[in-house]
């Protein structure tokens, strides 16, 4: 398993350059469901360190609600399907994490539709409204 992060460390490491915010996120997030190096928790663990990488890519904290990571947690099945199709070509020995890829963007393009909703005072229905006395 050390061997298995390492070399998703080194993958990250030796493609930051030349790959996508979103590609080096998605194969975050198949890798270390694919490792499941926690006996509980792999999941939310690799949503949270996928989201860190995407962040760290972009250089940025990414605003807007309901994040990615809260995007995954309330409709698995795409996710599900979107790393199936990975440990597929896996299989083939291939690394192809496009449709991750294609589903992370567009749960960033929520967030950060979202964001953009609230920056201009359109109300986000994923957003809790401070009420003030």
């Known amino acids: ?25 998605a194969y975050v997030l198949w890798k270390m469901n694919w490792i ?6 792999n999941g939310r663990t690799a949503r949270a360190i996928s989201y860190v990488v995407l962040s760290t890519k972009l250089d ?6 309901p994040t990615i990571p809260e995007q995954i947690a309330t409709d698995k099945r795409p996710y599900y399907s979107a790393l199936e199709v990975a440990d597929s070509a896996w299989a083939s020995g291939q690394v192809d994490v496009s449709v991750l890829e294609g589903l992370l963007s567009s749960m960033l393009a929520l967030q950060l539709l979202n964001a953009a909703k609230e920056a201009a005072g359109e109300s986000n229905p994923f957003s809790a409204t401070p009420v003030l006395h």
């Open 1 to 25: 398993m050390a061997d298995e992060i390492q070399m998703m460390c080194e993958y990250v490491n030796g493609n930051w350059a030349s790959k996508s915010a979103a590609h080096l996120a």
């Open 36 to 41: 499941h190096p926690f006996a509980d928790g």
């Open 60 to 65: 940025s904290l990414l605003p807007g609600t």
